[in-house]
């Protein structure tokens, strides 16, 4: 494929996600999709046979670009700590900058072919796994704390999956501020850390008590 | 409403949830629900009008019962920790017995009446205002870190909102485990604390060497 005709396809495929988003996939028509490109539905067809093939490009194109940004992550020699960092970072970034792709990718799964599906699931099931083994190789390494993996995946791709819902381009944060507060959740948690501390401070007290008495020994 | 009429319509409105979430709202008719149901179109009509007024009773009702349940939180004399803790069991509860109400909710807003869809978002708006006031009186209270209270519900309600994308009814994890493993994640974080520990234990470990000195010059 040479550039233009690459950049043409990426174009129509940017048109219909944001066509699809705003009016839902069954709703939208070929027609609605040239019209908003000004292109004739003619030189659409010669990209896309039918509006099904955009779906499935969307939906495959989307799983791809988090699959090699989450292996350049996995192939890397940072600990797991930045790992996790990386992918939080990247992935709200990515659902931000292309709001549109993911609405259609996780809101449309309905209307895929369903051979599609299937290998769809595979894909995203391969890709909670890689999240999942930066979770391991942390607890393992001692560096996380024990929770189950599998559910600090589900539960930090929650967080930036559901970005897409709320996110608002003229609102008052970026990528940097959403991620950033994500990661200081997800690393140090909500609770000033009281108790754990409260049950070593008392032990340090009654070790004050007793210094303190041998002190007053030597006093006397 | 007399009671049987009450559990029809709530019969109904389960049918159609599980439709709509299988082959999505568009591709779903009347005929499809009253099929499923065993139930004449004619009685089904004495319930509901149209396929549209379903869909809006699935969206009214599960926004309503996410705000009842919050009120109650809100209204309770419950510390900040233990409100967040109810908010987020109950969530995740809710979720997992009302699957498919929730995919509705979430993925068919583009089919709502427009009308609706903002007295929707008002309703939406007051329970994330409701959920920030409860991480926003932790901050005050000094139980909570500082972290961007309206990011922070939107992270926490993501982890709880995602749950009705990947639960499985047969899977390992019922309500308990998974809100257990939230909560743990969002209350603690994944780090361990060590950093601040082994700032803390340097300063014991020259005061556990000037004890160390104290004690020998005793000996001596």
Redesign the interface.
């Known amino acids: 494929m040479n550039a233009r005709r690459k950049a043409a396809r990426a174009q129509i495929l940017r048109a219909a996600a944001d066509l699809f ?7 939208s028509t070929v027609d609605h999709i040239a019209a908003r490109l000004g292109m004739s539905k003619a030189s659409l067809y010669t990209h896309f046979r039918a509006k099904e093939e955009m779906l499935a490009a969307i939906s495959r194109e989307t799983i791809e670009a988090f699959t090699r940004d989450l292996s350049l992550v996995l192939g890397s020699r940072l600990g797991p ?1 930045d790992k ?1 960092r990386r992918v939080v970072r990247q992935h709200v970034q990515f659902v931000i900058a292309n709001r549109s792709f993911l609405t259609v990718f ?3 799964e ?2 895929l072919p369903s051979r599609f599906v299937r290998s769809l699931a595979a894909q995203k099931d391969r890709y909670d796994k890689g999240v999942e083994r930066i ?1 391991l190789e ?1 607890i393992r390494g ?4 024990d ?2 993996p599998r ?2 995946v ?10 897409h ?2 996110y608002n381009p003229d609102g008052r ?1 970026g990528a940097e ?2 991620s950033g ?2 990661l ?11 108790r ?1 501390g409260a049950a070593l401070s008392g032990r340090l007290r009654r070790l004050e008590r007793e ?1 303190h008495e041998v002190a007053r020994q ?1 006093d006397a």
């Open positions: 988003r705003e009016r839902g996939y069954q709703a700590e996790l996780f809101g449309e309905a209307n979770v942390g001692g560096v996380f704390r929770v189950p559910l600090v589900f539960g930090v791709l929650g967080m930036v999956n559901w970005v819902k709320w944060w501020e959403i507060a994500f200081s959740l997800i690393e140090g948690g909500l609770l000033r850390q009281r754990r210094l030597l």
